[in-house]
Structures are given as C-alpha cells and as structure tokens.
C-alpha cells in the first residue's frame, strides 16, 4: 500500500472517473472529467484502465506528499506547472514519487483543468459504482481537501518520461454543433447570429456549465418548454437571450429551450479555454457529426495505441 | 401517436410526442421506453423519459441517427403489449404544523381549510412521470385541481431532504437539501435514494404513488 497526503488543494480539486454512465432517467448526470480525454490518457499512461479515477485539477492548484515510495504518477490536460524533487517541469509526463517527495501542480501557460493519475488503484469512495464526484451534492469520490490521506491499492513504479501533448488535446475555440434540439424557437437571424459570432468564456463557470458572453440569443415565443433531458453539451438559452454551454454535472431537464448541441468530443477542448478566451461555434449536420465523431476516435485509439508503456 | 425525431449532436436522438405537457404524449412516451428497454439496438446507450420526449442517446462508433431514427420507427409501429400494471408505492407523509410551513398559505390561495389541502392531497392519484434536476427527483404527477398553484415567487432556501413540496400538477418529496420555489406541505421519511447497490431508487417512471398520512411521532 502507498499513501499520499494532502497537503493544499484549491477549490474545485474533485476525485473523478470516466463518468456515471446510464443513471439519466433518475436524475444522475455522469460526472466524472470535465476533459474525459485527457484524463483517459493520463490513465493509460501508466496502463490503468481509462477510465479509473484520478484527480482533476483546477486552476487553484493542489500539493501532496508521498508518505510511502515510491510510486509513478502520471499528468496530463492544461500545461500546468510541476515541482517536483527540486525540479520545476512541464505537464504531460510521468514521474516516479519516493517517500518524503512532495508533488504541486499550479496554474500553467494554458489550460483550466489537469488530471492527476496514479499507477495502481486509487481507493475511492463509490456511488452508484463510480468515483466521480457530483458537484452539487458531493456523492462519490468526493472534493479534495487539505489533510486528506489518499490510498493506492496497487502502486506500481515505471519509467519516468515527458509524454506528447497532441494537437487535439490543446484549447479548442472552434466548437461543432448540431443546431437544436428546440432550434425552431429561434428566428432565422438569431440562428445565424448563433453560429456566425464570437462569444467568450466569463466568469460564471463550473462544472455544471459555462456561461458565455456575446450577442443575445433570445428564443421567439417559447421561454419554457416542457422540461426534458438536457445533455452534456446542450447550449441552453434563457429568456434572456444568455447562452450557457452544460458541463459534466449537469441538471438532468430543464424547460429552457436548446439552440444547438456541442459534439461531446469538442467539449474537452472547450474546457481548457480560461475565461475571457473567445470561441465560435460552427454548424454541422448530424451526419458531419458522426462522421466527425468517427475520424476523431480513430485519431484518439492511435494515439492512446502509442501511450500505453 | 406520431412523434417528430430530432438528431442532437452526435451521440442522440430526441423523439417529441407533443410540445405541450399531455397525458397521451406520455403514455406514448413510457411505452417507447418500455419497448426500446425490451428491443435495445447496437450501440444504445440510455433514455432518459420526460414529460413529453424521450431522449434515446448512443455510441457514436456504433450506430448513427439514421439507424437509431429507424429502429424506433419499428418500435412505435409494433402492436403494443399491455402494460405490466404499474407498481403501487405508498409514501407516509406528516403534514403537522412543523414539517408543513406552507400548508397554511396554500389553504388561503385555495380557499380551503388546512384540513381540506391535506384531504386533496391524500386523494391524489400519482405517476412518476420523470426524474430531474437533482438525483433522485421524481416528478410525481396528478395533483388535484383544487390545490394546484403556481410555484412561490422566490424561493425558500436550505429546504430539507424528506420535504413533500408541490407547485402546479407536479409533487415531489426531496432528496437533498435545496432551494425551493414549490409549496412545502408535508415531510416524508421514505428514501427515494435508497443506499442500495442493486436498487439504487424507490421508483421507476411509470410507478404510482399513493399517500398515506402519518403523526410526527412516527417519523425516525
């Protein structure tokens, strides 16, 4: 067995998996990384399953401290900082912690989440059979806080190594979506305006969604709608005409109408933007999407092919 | 019934009965889900029911909307079974003067005694119509016309877990500690999460609530 502590942790550090999959219908989102492929990679990395939990970072940063050694750890998503043994490295690598290191990972060059795994299993809290933390309630791994003991079941040592950070693994501010399901509540013109205009990412941001700012967006006539299943990736719009994008713990209905829905691939890119960055929206048919969807994964499995050590 | 399919982004389909809350829609809903449970096709991932719609996601790498759009079809189109009747769940409910802080406003706006809002309520007949919002939050329909009120203008924070709350047609007894704009009328120490591994929530969509009233020192 080998332990970590907790020494700092920022607000919004959470436990996460691959996500709570097939519990919509009772009102549970999936949770889990907010950039599912970065923390995918971080996982086979170390050859964890993908989807095994590790840490999701935030630009808050976090400390730990090796109690037992040694141990490799991975870390993959925005370019955070490392230090790490005196050394002060770049993201996206695998190091070997020895007991009495200590390990901090802060705000980098790009990027607003990192994830942390770690070569052996991570004892988790479970709900509902997954380690992803759902935000509003604290279910399931749980917020990462000062003090805080973390186990690894089965710690394994590995090469340390810089890993490559691939094109598509970077910031996207080009977002592909599919217009609706509700965009018939929208003019023609507002519609176009939709997909033609920059917006930015503000302030009021966090795991359950992510409100942009640029030109109002109001439906026409329906304000509400019988409430129904939202998505990871719905644009929901307001009566006021805000666009807000849904994130990984997201409400499961809502009676706000949706303008277009976000390929659940970009949306990984989407939250390593920061706010103030812009972004634009780019209108595809539902065939493109899984077209798009198809050509992506295969770039990813090659990849993913190559990190595994 | 024929419903309209709309592609949403490149991992669903949502199929819409109606765009105004009706109980055929959803009848027609629950049974889509019911047939799609029994008949999942490659590549299906979940459904999540709702009033009107039901939202059919899947793997991309799969299937596309095409196909799905047309398994459904084939679903809707298959004469339908019965229904397996509905499981009936009773929920206890206390409505003294502590757990029901709303019970009295909700008797003004009705015109009724306090008394006569817990009548109503008891002789409700419920259906889980959707989960929503937050976990475990079943939207239970079939609140008696004369107790229906819009929600309260603002909401009430720290309201807590167990409230039987009620705005419009809908009711719902919480599960988490959260604000609210609905009426709080009652208390219910019925878990809807369960803390079971193998039966996770009290309900399914579809099932029927009745309640039954209890005194406070029933409750644990």
């Known amino acids: 067995m ?32 907010l950039d599912r492929k970065a923390l995918a990679l971080a996982n086979l990395a170390l050859g964890n399953p993908p989807g095994a939990a590790g840490i999701e970072v935030s630009v808050a940063g976090l400390t730990l401290t090796c109690l037992d050694g040694p141990v490799s750890v991975s870390l993959t998503g925005g370019g955070f900082i490392v230090e790490h043994a005196g050394r002060r490295l770049g993201g996206w690598r ?35 059979g997954s380690a992803a933390t759902h935000g509003p ?38 977002l592909h979506a599919v217009a609706g399901p509700q965009d018939r509540y929208f003019a023609t013109e507002t519609l176009k305006t939709f997909f033609d205009s920059p917006f930015h990412v503000t302030d009021a941001w966090d795991r359950m969604g992510l409100r942009l700012r640029g030109p109002l967006v109001a439906p026409e006539g329906a304000l509400s709608i019988p409430s129904q299943a939202i998505l990871r990736g719905s644009v929901q719009v307001a009566g006021d005409g805000v666009a807000t994008v ?12 949706k303008i277009a829905t976000l390929l659940a691939d970009d949306i990984d890119g989407l939250v390593q933007l920061r706010p103030r960055d812009a972004l634009r929206f780019t209108a595809v048919t539902p065939e493109e999407a899984i077209a798009l969807a198809r050509q992506r994964a295969a770039a990813f499995a090659a990849f993913a092919a190559r990190i595994v050590p | 019934m024929q419903p309209v399919f709309h592609p949403v982004a490149d991992h669903a389909v949502l199929v819409e009965f109606a765009d105004q809350i009706d109980p055929a829609a959803h009848a027609a809903v629950l049974r889509l889900d019911q047939a ?3 008949q999942p096709f490659a590549g299906f991932a979940e459904a999540i029911p709702a009033f009107v719609t039901l939202l059919v996601d899947f793997d991309p790498a799969e299937t596309d909307h095409a196909r799905v759009i047309h398994h459904l079809r084939g679903l809707l189109e298959v004469p339908v079974s019965a ?14 003067p502590d757990f029901a802080p709303d019970l009295p406003d909700v008797a003004r706006a009705c015109g009724l005694t306090p008394e006569a809002v817990i009548a109503a309520h008891l002789a409700g007949r419920y259906e889980v119509a959707m989960y929503g919002f937050a976990p475990g939050y079943a939207y239970l ?35 988490l500690t959260m604000p609210t704009g609905w009426w709080i009328i009652g208390h219910s120490p019925l878990k809807i999460l369960t803390g079971e591994t193998d039966h996770p929530f009290r309900f399914k969509v579809g099932d029927h609530i009745a309640f039954r009233r209890i005194r406070a020192e029933a409750l644990p």
């Open chain 1, 94 to 128: 695998v190091l070997t912690l020895r007991a009495g290191e200590d390990l901090t990972i802060r705000r980098g060059p790009w990027g607003s989440w990192c994830y942390l795994a770690f070569a052996g299993g991570l004892k988790a809290p479970l709900w509902l």
């Open chain 1, 246 to 257: 849904l994130l990984s713990d997201h409400q499961t209905t809502g009676g706000y109408p």
């Open chain 2, 83 to 96: 229904r397996p009747a509905p499981v009936l769940h009773e929920v206890p409910v206390c409505y003294e």
């Open chain 2, 141 to 175: 329909s079939g609140v008696p016309e004369a107790i229906r009120l819009d929600r309260k203008p603002s909401p009430k924070r720290g309201v807590a877990a167990g409230s039987v709350i009620i705005a419009g047609p809908q009711c719902l007894v919480t599960t």
């Open chain 1, 2 to 33: 080998t332990r970590f502590q907790v020494l700092a942790a920022g607000p919004h550090v959470t436990l996460q998996d691959g996500g709570r999959r097939g519990m919509m219908r009772f009102g549970v989102p999936a949770s889990g990384a």
């Open chain 1, 137 to 174: 309630t604290g279910f399931g791994g749980g917020q990462i806080g000062a003090g805080q003991v973390l186990e690894l079941a089965n710690p394994r040592q590995m090469a340390e190594r810089a890993l490559t950070c691939p094109v598509w693994a970077r910031p996207r501010s080009v």
């Open chain 2, 36 to 38: 799609l449970a029994a």
